[in-house]
């Protein structure tokens, strides 16, 4: 799988974003869909999460609320709408999938095998 992402930018604090994520090759109907972000000196974190099949979402407690993913099936692209972001929320963000990820593994970023290259975001005060 190939993955393009595209969205970011920089917004103040309060500001919304989305990020998209497209998918080219094998088919995604047994993958997991995640975002992950690193910010500078820091280690890479999950965000969210999608299951294609039935839809199932996942969060990290620090966006949740805020975030919102979501998959448009026909285009093969993920989505993450980013609203309320804060200064906190500046990294570069990334989209990543696997196949058929139990739950125990949906977080860790070494459970996905294909990633995009990063988009970056930038929140200012």
């Known amino acids: 799988v190939q993955l393009q992402a595209s969205g970011g930018g920089s917004v103040q604090a309060g500001g919304s974003l989305r990020l998209s994520c497209a998918a080219s090759?094998?088919?995604?109907?047994?993958?997991?869909m995640g975002w992950f972000r690193q910010a500078p000196g820091k280690e890479r974190e999950f965000v969210s999460a999608?299951?294609?099949?039935?839809?199932?979402?996942y969060y990290a407690d620090s966006v949740k609320g805020r975030f919102t993913i979501s998959k448009d099936n026909a285009k093969k692209t993920g989505y993450l709408q980013m609203n309320g972001l804060k200064t906190e929320d500046t990294a570069l963000y990334y989209c990543a999938t696997a196949p058929r990820l139990i739950l125990s593994t949906i977080r860790v970023p070494s459970s996905y095998d294909s990633w995009g290259h990063g988009t970056l975001v930038t929140v200012s005060s």
């Open positions: 090759g094998r088919p995604l109907s047994d993958y997991v």
């Open positions: 999608i299951r294609w099949t039935n839809g199932g979402t």
